[in-house]
Nanobody, 128 residues
Framework: QVQLVESGGGSVQAGGSLRLSCVVS????????MAWFRQAPGKEREGVAS???????SVADSVKGRFSVSKDNAKNTLTLQMNSLKPEDTGMYYC??????????????????????WGLGTQVTVSS
């Protein structure tokens, strides 16, 4: 059974940083695409950053230059480093994992439809 457990969320002031972690268990697709999504109250879930085959990454325009994604296969952990946080970054952050053995492309890697497994999320709140 695949499980994704997110941690690292919290409340910070604008300009601050947070580091989110997603620990995966029961997942045998070590090279498949994984990603972070977020959902603000009243808004649709959106892709934030993805990590795929051969270390390819994609970052949404809204967080480019501020967020970065990395993966440690030895620790089965996907990490999202968030710097220069803004109030509009507030939301529930979710980790997701696919079964795709190939890189789906920059845009496709940030779409929900390719991800089969999801965590329960961790809350990020940024105050002004």
């Amino acid at each position: 059974q695949v499980q994704l457990v997110e941690s690292g969320g919290g409340s910070v002031q604008a300009g601050g940083s947070l580091r989110l972690s997603c620990v995966v268990s029961g997942y045998t697709y070590s090279s498949a695409c994984m990603a972070w999504f977020r959902q603000a109250p009243g808004k649709e879930r959106e892709g934030v950053a993805s990590f795929g085959t051969y270390g390819r990454t994609s970052v949404a325009d809204s967080v480019k230059g501020r967020f970065s994604v990395s993966k440690d296969n030895a620790k089965n952990t996907l990490t999202l480093q968030m710097n220069s946080l803004k109030p509009e970054d507030t939301g529930m952050y979710y980790c997701a994992a696919s079964q795709l053995p190939v890189w789906p492309g920059v845009r496709e890697s940030l779409t929900q439809r390719i991800y089969k497994y999801w965590g329960l999320g961790t809350q990020v709140t940024v105050s002004s």
